[in-house]
């Protein structure tokens, strides 16, 4: 199994800054993509940003400019770096991962963390 260990959420003013960390650890040989995704109360979980082994990245439109995502391929560990929150980004903010190899396992996985909840306060 694969576990994903997330960081960084809290409480911040609006205008104010986070960054999230999501540490992937496991037998793990390799993973396509590395995302992030929320849920507010009463919605739906969508899509923040995704990033994939080559580099290349993908953001929700209502981020773009203000969110960033990156990656550390060694650490198995993305990282969301977030900048002028808005009160309409207070959501539980989880990590995902897709196209998870581990070592000695013939097909992709995908897997979950536990959620960190980003509070912005207006």
């Known amino acids: 199994q694969v576990r994903l260990v997330e960081s960084g959420g809290g409480l911040v003013q609006a205008g104010g800054s986070l960054r999230l960390s999501c540490a992937a650890s496991?037998?793990?040989?390799?993973?396509?993509?590395m995302g992030w995704y929320r849920q507010a109360p009463g919605k739906q979980r969508e899509l923040v940003a995704v990033i994939f082994s080559g580099g290349s990245t993908n953001y929700a439109d209502y981020v773009k400019g203000r969110f960033t995502i990156s990656r550390d391929n060694a650490k198995n560990t993305v990282y969301l770096q977030m900048n002028s929150l808005e009160a309409e980004d207070t959501a539980v903010y989880y990590c995902n991962t897709k196209g998870v190899r581990r070592i000695g396992v013939y097909v992709s996985e995908e897997y979950w963390g536990q959620g960190t909840q980003v509070t912005v306060s207006s």
């Open positions: 496991g037998s793990i040989f390799s993973i396509n993509a």
